[in-house]
């Protein structure tokens, strides 16, 4: 599993620096224009953090291996695409429907983060 995280981090990390380069340079007269910036520049931030973390993660499972770091590894993965993935939609689209989604994110990332902590807790000192 540790090899498939650092592989995830990594594509997550590619695309989250073409993001936002993309958005900066190709979407920001776009994305100004409806007032979805910010927002777009959110995703990319919590996108970019998160493949980081989930690079954390890979390490986590490597040291401390069983269903916590595992299960953090998907609960990362799941955010990303969740939290980033509406915004990114929600910016681009200007769908507002996909508000709604991002919080549910925003719970796959905060588990994510709780199941690393409780992984490296309950490992053998």
């Known amino acids: 599993m540790t090899r498939n ?3 995830m981090a990594a594509v997550f ?4 620096v073409g993001a936002g380069a993309f958005g900066t340079h190709a979407l920001r007269a776009t994305l100004e224009a409806s ?4 927002t777009y520049q959110t995703a ?3 996108h970019l953090l998160h493949a980081l973390a989930l690079l954390g993660a890979a390490w986590v499972a490597e040291r401390y291996p069983g269903r916590w770091s595992t299960l953090a590894g998907w609960l990362l993965t799941a955010g990303i695409l969740l939290f980033s993935g509406s915004l990114y939609t929600l910016a681009i689209g200007n769908l507002s429907f996909m508000g709604a ?13 709780l199941a690393l902590g409780i992984a490296a807790w309950r490992a053998q000192a």
């Open 44 to 46: 990319v931030q919590y």
């Open 13 to 16: 990390g590619f695309l989250g």
């Open 101 to 113: 989604v991002a919080p549910l994110g925003g719970v796959c990332l905060l588990l994510g983060w």
């Open 5 to 7: 995280f650092i592989i």
């Open 35 to 38: 007032g979805r910036y910010d």
